[in-house]
């Protein structure tokens, strides 16, 4: 495929300004039915909903240790499981939002742009997934085994005993989710900025120091004040560096040998 063909793709994509609005509109609408279809679901599962997010818990305090959780004002709740399904929705219907944003900027993309996206839009759920599930299975049992250990049974005649509010429990857990998910899209990021030429794997090596310094205090302010689940945060978002930094030369790589390519075929014209 030629420059010109591609070209020609994106003159012929072309609309006027008023017709770019109503596209905007019409994928916003496909997106908003498809949250609040999602809400409805998520609103209607709303307490096993939560009771799942609060196996973390049971696994701190122990599988056949009985939880008892509280809410201090007659509507928390209530406002806890709209809050849990609105975040259950986004999370499902992200998919169909993607999708929606990727049909709209898709005809101002050149073809090749487009099949260089496409990976980039499927990685971007399953690394948000790997993130939740390392809060789920690890950074978040942890946590709460931490947090669990600061109780007294009756020394010094004062027992100090966790009754965790089931709205603080649900922000916890869902600002560590949304906190390692947004991380994990570490690669995803970089190696886009890379394509546009914006970054290169040798300015990532040069600059690894201060990267981790980054990482230390964005986990330090996104985590509970406990250094297991800073850390459970800060050595995972290390690693997602040291493999954007491979993901960014690979992209050089391709990059280089189609240059290379477009020079040859330049030549043998």
Known sequence: MSADDDQDDIDASKAPLMDHLVELRRRLLWSLLAVGAAFILCFAFAKQIYNLLLWPYRWAAGVNTPIEMIYTAPQEFFFTEMKLALFGAVFIAFPVI??????FVAPGLYKNERRAFLPFLAATPVLFLLGAALVYFLAMPLAMTFFLSMQQSGEDGVKIAL??????????IMTLILAFGVCFQLPVVLTLLARAGIITADWLRKYRRHAIMVMVVIAAVLTPPDPISQLALWIPTILLYELSILAVSMAEKKRDQAKEADEDDKSDE
């Open 98 to 103: 993607a999708s929606q944003l990727y049909m």
């Open 163 to 172: 009754t965790a509010k089931v709205s603080e429990y649900l922000s916890l």
